[in-house]
């Protein structure tokens, strides 16, 4: 099932910890990983970096799809621009959801890039995942905040300045 977790979720600590930036553009990401463990790391250091306010998650790639085609119906431009994806997940696999979004949502959503967040990886995956234009990056290691306060979030309509990222917190 696909849940909305917002920065009010989270105790007084973490939203004050979170810093979110008064010149930023927020917008929602979404988590794709059938491990709650990791989808909860995932979600923290999303709100910690700053980069958003609003985290949707999905336990594998068939709710992904399933969450887009309801977007996709009501025309909504609040979609997410940036999801992380785990390859290894059961029912619809990182791949399959890949190819499906490529062919059926990437018209209506162009501005969606894709970290791969996998850490049973071999080399076939790695270089698979540069036939896919909309994939940012590959990580085969937890992420951080460091990490993604680094990316290069232009490329899905986030305007942040240098000048103006959030300090490093811890989990």
């Not at 920065?7 to 917008?27: D, G, K, S, V, W």
């Not at 999905?58 to 999801?83: F, W």
């Not at 995956?125 to 306060?149: C, G, H, R, W």
């Not at 680094?150 to 959030?166: C, F, M, T, W, Y």
């Amino acid at each position: 099932m696909i849940k909305l977790v917002s920065r009010r979720e989270y105790n007084c600590h973490e939203i004050f910890t979170a810093r979110f930036l008064p010149n930023q553009i927020m917008i929602p990401v979404l988590c794709i990983n059938d491990s709650s463990i990791n989808l909860f790391v995932q979600k923290r250091l999303l709100l910690q970096s700053g980069i958003t306010d609003n985290v949707i998650t999905a336990s594998d790639g068939q709710e992904a799809l399933d969450y887009y085609s309801r977007i996709k119906e009501t025309e909504n431009n609040d979609y997410p621009r940036l999801v992380l994806l785990d390859i290894h997940m059961p029912r619809v696999d990182g791949w399959q959801f890949l190819d499906t979004f490529c062919e059926l949502y990437l018209p209506f959503f162009k501005d969606t890039r894709v970290i791969i967040n996998s850490f049973t990886v071999d080399e076939k995956e790695i270089n698979k995942a540069k036939n896919y234009p909309i994939i940012m990056d590959f990580v085969t290691s937890q992420l951080t905040t460091d990490y993604l306060k680094n990316l290069d979030l232009h490329q899905i309509g986030i305007r942040v300045e240098a000048s103006q990222k959030p300090e490093d917190t811890l989990i």
